[in-house]
């Protein structure tokens, strides 16, 4: 009785001491690892995953670690040192980023568009017109009792376009954003989606999470309005400044932004073809004059009177930067 | 209804990634779990033996922490564990040890609660019977603690239950990070399933779920079993 109080009690202990030992030496061959905080709308479609993370590692024998968060955690990941490189899609705050000292060697890699979707009765009769038109029909709808708009509210890339539409149809966004026909779900994508098809209203999607949704049956929102340089959504990645992270990575960043910028490419026009019969997204090596335009007006920074994707004193390796 | 449920279990039966994101949950929490035996026990023990000044206070900050929301222990943990913060030089964000710290510091109150109750429960009487019998004081602890295992027992399966179905900390210091074959992957069964949910594969999170409820209940069942089988010897 005596002996099996304290014969379990040094049980445990050993058995702990020795799966902590266990644990320290079960790391395998420790192969290179990076980690990238990105956007949950891209994480969602399972590009990183399950296309562009296995390839590079086949490639490089560089592990991606994928972490998702909005763009403004995902940016908060990388200043608190907790990531290598952001993968993300709100140019406008990228710029801050970069301007602020954090971000080097910023590269579009990809675009698609996003698109507004709403129940099928569509009460404000957005279709096909302009985004900008679309969004006053919305609002005017709405302060008639007639439409619901939702909205993310959440420091997304998704919720930062939405902010840059309702300014340019002329509202404040914050003022708007607490009448009693604007909703905010403060929350991802997906279970967004899912509440504006509950109540029937419309809300700013990004396209690969709707195709997505629409295709397993979960939502019945249509495509209402999805033509629009306006709605152009680009994505880029930027290394985080090692100097203010204390990590040191820069280089196999580097090298990872040069693969996607070249083979990571084609990898990203395939993806979703087989599963949704249209990509999600479009490589911006591939895009045509028109939409490379849309790309320079709606993505790309101010250098000296000169438009590029990344300014001349942030630059950092062998890239070629795009600049026009 | 249940047709795409059944369909996601043949796929995830099928997957070797369904095992390993288990096996990880298994470990990670049983890990957590241990550690939090290692300090919760003898603090629970001190706690229901002995009187001294600060005891009350002690055990209602351990009863109050039981109901921690595993979000905001999360959050902390995060800011404490980011490369930039106090135990930054750790390097235990993003990593299966991280979530099994953060975890043990979640269970912790849960062990040291449930063994301090139960030793008060039972102390009056079986130190008066051990003392009747002829035992001495060391004996009469002894065959206190011997009652009280139970609580032992009862308050490392309820840790690990906890600790296994959380997801706050687990996303928030694991990152659910999960690359083939890879070295350092950290996703487990909660934060796939959130995944998976937010992805709108609600299936396979559903098949998830019902595994971790089914480790759940065999953890449960098989630690009962044995706890039988001791207590009738």
Redesign the interface.
Known sequence: ??R??IT??LL??V??IF??AT?GCS?????E?M?ISTT?SLY?T?LL?DAI??AF?EKTGI??????KGTGAAIQ?AK???ADAVLVHAPSVEFSFIENGYGLSRKVIAYNFFTIVGTPEDPAGIKASDPITAMKKIAEAGREGKAIWVSRDDGSGTNVKEQALWEMAGFDYEKIKNEPWFRNTGT?M??TLLYTNNIGGYTLSDMG?YL??RK?G?IDLEVLVDKGEELINIYSIIAVNPEK???NNLDRVIEFEKWLSTEGQQILANYGLKEYGRALFYPVSQADERTYQWIVEHGFFDDNGRKTECPKKYRYGDLNFLES | MFEEPINAFHLIFSSQEVYEIALRSIKVSGVATLMALCYGLPLGLIIGFFRFPGRVQLKSFFNAMLGVPTVALGLLLYLMLVPKGPLGSLGLLYTENGISLGQSLLVAPIIVSFIANSIEAVEKDIRELAYTLGASNLQASLSLIREASNGVVLSTIAAFNRAISELGIAIMIGGNIFVRDGAYNTRVLTTAMQMYVSRGETDIALALGLILIGIVFTISSISNYIHGKLAGD
């Open positions: 009785m005596v099996s109080g379990t009690y445990i202990i058995v702990v799966s902590l644990i790391q395998k061959d420790e192969p690892v980690t949950t969602d399972g995953e993370a296995p590692k592990e991606l670690h994928f972490i998702p990941d608190n040192g907790a991802g997906g279970k999470t997505k949704y397993d979960l992270s204390g990590r």
